[in-house]
């Protein structure tokens, strides 16, 4: 393998991508236009510029005057994901199949990175694609890691229903227009992948 990450190496970039629930409180205190961790999206608090309609599906008021930091925060986190998605992938047996699933999740990771370099103000399509495909894509990842695995097979499995049934409930949102806490399933479902993580970089060293 030409690029090996140790256990070390491993275990800390998936607690510090976890560290992201932990900063992004700051970014959502220093917000100059109120801002409900329910029920707004991540991104506005990297969005560059003041007032409504900043883009196109934002009609609320959205002032974040440490964007710039926030935007950071995305690249960084998205980095340290993917450090933590290959990192276990180390520990299945390399095939086209294993690959296939290792490239599935990592579309989720770059979805960050990308998010992080292109503002929803700016462009809101290529700042969205990758994160809305990765949240797809990282179901079927999921799917062929736990039939792949031997320790954390049945963890995993949970945490594809649990992050199936967040999905779910933010397209019955999209399609029949029900009013749900869409902040807080954006973050549950990021947090459900940082946790999925965590805890099986732990079992895989036992």
């Given at each position: 393998?030409?690029?090996y990450i140790?256990?070390?190496?491993?275990?800390?970039?998936w607690?510090?991508?976890?560290?992201?629930?932990?900063?992004?409180p700051?970014?959502?205190?220093t917000?100059?236009?109120?801002?409900s961790f329910?029920?707004?999206?991540?991104?506005?608090?990297?969005?560059?510029?003041c007032g409504?309609?900043?883009y196109?599906?934002?009609p609320?008021?959205?002032?974040?005057?440490?964007?710039?930091?926030?935007?950071?925060?995305?690249?960084?986190?998205?980095?340290?994901?993917s450090?933590g998605i290959?990192y276990i992938s180390?520990?299945?047996k390399?095939?086209?199949?294993?690959q296939?699933?290792?490239a599935?999740?990592?579309i989720?990771?770059?979805?960050?990175?990308v998010?992080?370099?292109i503002?929803a103000?700016?462009?809101?399509?290529?700042?969205?694609i990758f994160?809305?495909l990765?949240?797809?894509t990282?179901?079927?990842?999921?799917w062929i890691?736990a039939?792949s695995?031997t320790?954390?097979?049945?963890?995993?499995?949970?945490?594809?229903v649990?992050?199936?049934?967040?999905?779910i409930?933010?397209?019955?949102?999209?399609?029949?227009?029900?009013?749900?806490?869409?902040?807080?399933?954006?973050?549950?479902?990021?947090?459900?992948?940082f946790?999925?993580g965590t805890?099986?970089?732990?079992?895989?060293?036992k």
């Open positions: 393998m030409i690029l140790s256990k070390k190496v491993g275990i800390l970039s607690f510090a991508t976890c560290l992201y629930f932990l900063v992004e700051f970014f959502i205190l917000s100059t236009a109120p801002y329910l029920h707004h999206a991540m991104s506005d608090l990297g969005v560059t510029s409504t309609y900043t196109s599906i934002a609320h008021d959205i002032c974040s005057p440490h964007h710039f930091w926030m935007n950071v925060l995305f690249i960084i986190n998205g980095l340290t994901l450090i290959l180390q520990s299945l390399k095939t086209r199949k294993s296939l699933a290792t599935f999740i990592l989720l990771a770059l979805g960050n990175v998010s992080g370099f503002p103000d700016i462009n809101l399509f290529w700042h969205s994160a809305q990765g949240m797809i990282v179901l079927a990842g999921l890691y039939s695995l320790s954390g097979k049945y963890w995993t499995y949970g945490c594809l649990s992050l199936l049934v967040i999905l409930l933010i397209l019955i949102m999209l399609v029949f227009f029900v009013p749900m806490p869409t902040g807080l399933l954006q973050r549950l479902f990021y947090l459900v992948i946790i999925w805890m099986l970089s732990f079992m895989l060293n």
